[in-house]
Protein backbone atom coordinates (compact mmCIF):
# COMPACT_ATOMS: atom_id res chain seq x y z
CA UNK A 1 0.00 0.00 0.00
CA UNK A 2 1.33 3.33 -0.84
CA UNK A 3 2.28 5.52 1.64
CA UNK A 4 0.87 8.83 2.20
CA UNK A 5 3.61 10.90 3.45
CA UNK A 6 6.77 11.28 1.07
CA UNK A 7 9.58 10.20 2.90
CA UNK A 8 12.22 9.89 0.39
CA UNK A 9 12.16 12.11 -2.99
CA UNK A 10 13.29 10.37 -5.81
CA UNK A 11 13.53 12.47 -9.16
CA UNK A 12 14.60 10.79 -12.41
CA UNK A 13 14.09 10.32 -15.62
CA UNK A 14 11.33 6.80 -16.21
CA UNK A 15 12.53 4.29 -18.65
CA UNK A 16 8.97 4.30 -19.94
CA UNK A 17 9.33 7.91 -20.92
CA UNK A 18 12.51 8.69 -21.36
CA UNK A 19 11.24 12.86 -21.96
CA UNK A 20 9.39 12.83 -18.65
CA UNK A 21 10.76 13.91 -15.52
CA UNK A 22 8.63 12.52 -12.45
CA UNK A 23 9.04 12.75 -8.76
CA UNK A 24 8.03 9.09 -6.55
CA UNK A 25 9.80 7.11 -4.07
CA UNK A 26 11.32 4.02 -4.04
CA UNK A 27 9.27 1.03 -3.71
CA UNK A 28 11.63 -0.73 -1.32
CA UNK A 29 12.59 1.62 1.45
CA UNK A 30 16.20 0.02 2.46
CA UNK A 31 16.88 0.59 -1.06
CA UNK A 32 20.15 2.89 -1.38
CA UNK A 33 19.31 4.07 -5.03
CA UNK A 34 22.77 5.42 -6.18
CA UNK A 35 24.66 2.00 -5.07
CA UNK A 36 21.74 -0.07 -6.79
CA UNK A 37 22.03 2.47 -9.85
CA UNK A 38 25.48 1.88 -9.80
CA UNK A 39 25.53 -1.48 -9.85
CA UNK A 40 22.88 -1.95 -12.67
CA UNK A 41 20.17 -3.11 -10.44
CA UNK A 42 16.66 -1.81 -11.85
CA UNK A 43 15.19 0.58 -9.07
CA UNK A 44 11.23 0.46 -8.86
CA UNK A 45 9.57 4.16 -7.68
CA UNK A 46 6.39 5.19 -6.25
CA UNK A 47 5.01 7.64 -8.44
CA UNK A 48 3.70 11.00 -7.15
CA UNK A 49 2.03 13.81 -9.05
CA UNK A 50 3.62 17.11 -8.32
CA UNK A 51 6.80 18.46 -10.12
CA UNK A 52 9.11 18.96 -6.62
CA UNK A 53 9.63 18.26 -2.96
CA UNK A 54 8.38 21.35 -1.94
CA UNK A 55 5.16 20.70 -4.20
CA UNK A 56 5.08 16.85 -4.55
CA UNK A 57 1.25 16.33 -4.77
CA UNK A 58 0.29 12.65 -3.81
CA UNK A 59 1.26 9.28 -4.75
CA UNK A 60 -0.82 8.27 -8.10
CA UNK A 61 -0.31 4.45 -7.00
CA UNK A 62 1.80 3.37 -10.08
CA UNK A 63 5.05 2.84 -10.38
CA UNK A 64 8.22 3.45 -12.67
CA UNK A 65 11.21 1.96 -13.59
CA UNK A 66 14.24 4.48 -12.71
CA UNK A 67 16.38 4.82 -16.78
CA UNK A 68 18.71 8.09 -15.14
CA UNK A 69 18.81 10.16 -11.85
CA UNK A 70 20.51 13.37 -10.77
CA UNK A 71 18.88 15.89 -12.83
CA UNK A 72 19.75 19.75 -11.93
CA UNK A 73 17.07 21.84 -10.25
CA UNK A 74 14.48 24.27 -11.73
CA UNK A 75 13.44 27.50 -11.13
CA UNK A 76 10.22 25.32 -9.78
CA UNK A 77 12.12 23.83 -7.36
CA UNK A 78 13.02 27.23 -5.94
CA UNK A 79 10.51 29.86 -6.53
CA UNK A 80 11.49 32.34 -4.51
CA UNK A 81 15.19 33.30 -6.24
CA UNK A 82 15.03 35.38 -8.87
CA UNK A 83 18.09 35.23 -11.90
CA UNK A 84 20.18 37.79 -11.90
Known amino acids: ?3 SALQ ?3 RF ?3 SSPSKILIGQPADKDIDVGAALRKGQEVAVNVWSGSSVLS ?3 STGTTETIDRVGLSATSNDF ?3 TPF
Open 1 to 3: MAS
Open 8 to 10: RLV
Open 13 to 15: VPR
Open 56 to 58: PGS
Open 79 to 81: PWL
